[in-house]
């Protein structure tokens, strides 16, 4: 050990010292303060008083949301309505003189679904042809048939869908998630988000914002369609100065250097988290290109997910990928499927038979492959997979052969840890316009998932500007119907 | 439970007229009195603080050392550090006045308005694009910023300050730069979908129109008075005496109110000749008599109808070329038009060419006509029968020639233009805007664009007139061409002019008359318009802007009902404009003289807010320029003042500030910077020397113990440098902070178009080395949605929510970035060369790296360590080291 690094530790050693006689020694503090705001080491406590979270004995440890961005149309899926096919080509008339107005056209005429329906499992469940592979795990399932939105435009339903609230700034799901429970693993982040490769969907970053949470809740994007899909885990290409030496020895001396900076501005805890901070971060980029490195997955694994068919591989390949961060301690992950825009996604305006297939069959097989996999690995155990999609869609045409937005119903659903698999709760009416019976809005659909994660929605609560905000806003109830 | 007692408060006590919650006992509702200052030192603050800390038995630090106290101060009051010849020159400086004249020259420097202006930006969430699903690019919303910066540099009145950004046209219309505040209004986000994109009539536009509102009643009322009305949108406020209807009258003052760009001249004459020009122009439009039959007016009609240029002798083209670049057929006519039929493309580009009749055309002529194979008539072929051109544009090709020259149009007139698609449009260089007809379908119209500067054509010479149609199918079905080569002006006479000029003069009747002469007047006015200066653009918030698609004006406010539990179905009264009835003293509702009158709400509102008797506003800007200097306000909750948020840890001191701001001081934030960063309070230590005897740890050590948090200010607590600074700090010790002022932001990030609205936006791949790299942050383009990844990082907020105090976290995510990111990395680069510039031997490249980043010399130890460190690595990996010590990250 060289002279100044004795020098530096003596003084140290007195300091903390002297510190620790006024109460809780430096080193731990600094450490439960880092920790405290990664999360990594006790639950979070919301207010003085207030029991430690979770609020409850958790049911699920991990999310995963499989994501379909655009507004998935309900009716082409999973709402069968025999009445779209008797009335197809008439009127669109809910009667008792109830307005039909529709986002961005004029609505038309009433569209035949145009996929052949089916009842699977023993449960019955409806699914259309399009969804082969899910239809087979439907006795897994637990539908939300009547879900509904308080908009029918993508920005606002997005951020609804993502953060409770219509409006931009706002915590995302997994920013709450991650902030209330915190890491699992301290080397790698308690959020992750898997984009499409082909872009981010609407609101692009602001659905995955840790809005005034603090920073290090906000999902850490992994892009799999980048060269380095997690941002600022390496330097850059082109800095030849940093080699693997400079970088060893560099973060020796710089440990030591804020170490003896530490000893001169004792007390101060956020001082010694950054060297902490530090640690953490080495550890990260040792684990996280380990995880996701899909060359170790077995070829029939690889095979389950669709990673052996060009139709599947991109989607299949982030559901695989979900699949390794849970097990490697990530606790929510959001995976997309469609980039924002008119097309590329579940937005089908123009054309619901040609715009539909293709994207279910990116997402069919990897989706059931995903549920599958865990099952048998034990995972579904603790691990919660939610499908949502921001609003569904209208059973009236828009142009012919398209339909426009409707958050006036829609399906979402979950399997998995504590769920009541084969249920469908609630029910759209005749024509699936308007959910009716027990509808769960989206606010009801995030309380129940936080009660899955041990979590009271309405006592998971943020001071700011005035008012203690939740994810549920004032709203939301726990659907116990769907719990096991 | 600050809101149990509350509650039990609102029980007993008699209620206030609003509400049930009496407003005169809390804190910051009471009126402002200026309490005396305390016995014991000197200056104001030091009294007020010593009196508690001697009330808690406390001892504070001692004065820091200079060197210490120039890093913080220069950090504080411009953002950036001192330069090594900078803070050396301070040290060595003996006068005894040397630390206050240091401040005021920090205060004087341009640097001071460009931190403050960021501190603002974060507190009114500004930022440059609409932030949702689609996040568009706000082109013209950094003048805002610029007036931010100027107006900190210029120590605006306070008063002042708050009443342009609120209703700055409307009580400052002779200046300039009160247009330009308004920026203030339009900071936030913005739902382009729901505000111009969906369906007018459908109820999301409605609901998108009331959260719009939300969002600038919130923004004002939060950032002016500290007060979280936004609470009371759905139910009366839980714990403040705020009602739901102070809150949907806050709404109606801004019920006129859009968000958009519109137009100024930064140039004070012309503003003026412009605003004259306007208000003639209202007049004639009015059809005022005592304008209109004005001697002057009469003059200008007399001089027209004389020179005849109410009949143009027009001399139709005769086309032999006639192409539509989609495969329309265009078929000519005996009139010599020509009627498009067959393929009907959402675009089409139509070029006609013909021999030019006349040597010298002044003015070039397009009809659209109405046919029976149209649509509704025509003239156009969408099915509603409308039409829209894009752009239209002249080329000239001398015989023989095969180059085109350009033939400059000017002053477009038509007999007719659809609201928002006037005529204008198809000579304003943007494929987006058009000139339409509708509703006025089924009829003849007719555009005339006068030719600019006289022309001299070849005999021979060929006109190329091309007609760009890119609207979504609205394409012309049938049109004519003709030129004529009278003096300007040539403006297209409607059929109600021409049938006055037919008309004897001694037979025309009083109405034949007002309408010509308005006719005339008209032209000459918006002649002269045109050759004004072409005005500057502002994105704010305003009654006037230029129409977006179906976002448009309104010519006077909206109707804006109160909500019941702000549910759109659920509509209850109308409410009027007005404020805060808990304030006492000040009016709650408005009494306006024309409450239709829209900037008039908006001025009562501004009055409303600087009223010396509004103990809001004054508490809530000393608290938060108290926050700038120490961290945290006396108030920690620096945007709630209610019953949720905080109370003052010195109240008497937060009352003597906010007094002597509003009187002594006039409202000079300069001043009140001044005030606060001479007092020995700002002055202290962060920590007991090292050297220190065991009497001052001990001390230190039970003020720690007493008051970890610093609430009384017994030591100064020290900061991490927040984005901007970490970013600046950086560009200026590397050698490369170039300190241009102003102008459009700089976009550090590659930018393509995206799949829909939002552009594709890359920060990996820009060029860190562009002139755009390198100016201070304040001058960085921010993007909502896909904010930089270097500065979110350090907490840099994205312009979503309103951000009246940063986080300064400590994160892993942080080490990564600086450890790895692009923008160190290169600039560690640009350190080391520096370096190896500035000093020959290594131990002096290591020195210099020191004075540089860390404002000192390195020890021995340091000196051995990082030398050894710097022969081994290289210099570049010693500026990565300094870059992410704490020590560099860190404000003592």
Redesign the interface.
Known sequence: M???LM?ALA?LGSRRE??S???GGLGGAALA??LA??QLATPRSTGPGDPPLPHHVPRARHVIQLFMNGGASQMDLFDYKPELFRRAGETFDPGSGQRV?????EPGKVLRPQFEFRQHGQCGRWVSSLLPCLATCVDDLAFFMAMSS???????A??LMNSGF?????PCFGAWVSYALGRISEDL?AFVVLPDT???P?????NF?S??L???HQG?VIDMGKAAPI??????A??S???P??TG??LR??Q???QA????????S??D???H??E??AR??LSAPEATDLQGESAATRRLYGLDSPVTADFGRRCLLARRLIERGVRFVQIWSG??????NWDNHANIQKELPPMCAATDRPIAALLQDLKARGLLEDTLVIWNTEFGRMPFSQGGEGRDHNGGTFVGWMAGAGVRAGVAHGESDAWSWKAVDRVTTTYDFHATVLHLLGLDHKRLTV??????RRLTD?HGKVVNEVLG | MKWIAALLLAVVLPGQAATAVPSQAWWSLQPLVRPPVPNGPAHPIDAFLADRLRQEGLTPTAAADRRTLARRLWFDLVGLPPTPEELEGFLRDPSPLAYEQLVQRLLDSPRHGERQARHWMDVVHFAETHGHDQDRIREHAWPYRDYLIASFNADKPYAQFVAEQVAGDALFPDAPPAYVALGFLAAGPWDESSLRDIREDTLDREIARYLDRDDIVTTVMQTFTSMTVQCARCHDHKFDPISQSDYYALQAVFAGVGRGNRRYDPDSATHQRRSELAEHRTAVERGDAATLFDEGAQRTVAEWERHGVGEIAWRVLKPDVFVSATGATLTRQPDDSFLASGRHGPTDTYTFTALSPLPHPTAVRLEVLSDDSLPMHGPGREPNGNMHLSEFQVLAFEPGSTVARRIGLRHPSADFDQSGWTIAHALDGKDETAWGIFPEVGKRHEAVFEIAGPVDLREGTRLTLVLRQLHGGHCIGRLRFSVTDVPAPVQVCGEEVRQVLATPELHRSLAQRVGLARHVLLAAIDAEIAALPPPALVYCGANDFEPDGSHVPVREPRVVHLLHRGEITRPEKTAQPGALGCVTGLPARFDLPQPMDEGARRAALARWLTAPDNPLTWRSIVNRVWQQHFGSGLVATPNDFGRMGGTPSHPGLLDWLAVWFRDDAHGSQKQLHRLIVTSAAYRRAAFFPASEPTAAAASFGAATAADADDRLLWRFHPRRLDAEQVRDAILQMSGRLDLRMGGPSDRMFDLQPGIHVTPLVDYGKFELDSAAGSRRSVYRFLFRTLPDPFLDALDCPAGDQLTPLRNAGVTVQQALVLWNNAFIARHCEHLAARLAREAPELADQVQRAFALTLGRRASDEELHDFLAYAREHGLANLARLLFNSNEFLFVN
Request: without cysteine; aromatic residues 8%.
């Open positions: 060289n002279p100044s020098t003084a002297f510190l006689r006024l109460g303060q880092l705001m990664d107005e529709a986002a961005t056209s308080r908009t029918n435009v993508h920005g606002p997005s951020y219509l409006l931009p700034g706002f982040p082909r872009g981010l609407y609101n692009q970053r602001g914002s809005g005034f603090p920073v290090q850490t941002a600022d885990l390496r330097p850059p082109g800095a100065f940093v080699t030496a400079a020895d560099g001396l710089l030591r250097f804020n900076h530490l000893a001169e501005n004792p007390g101060d956020r001082l988290a950054r060297i901070a530090y953490l971060a990260m980029q980039a924002g825009g008119p097309t590329n001071r700011h500007s005035g008012a203690d004032v």
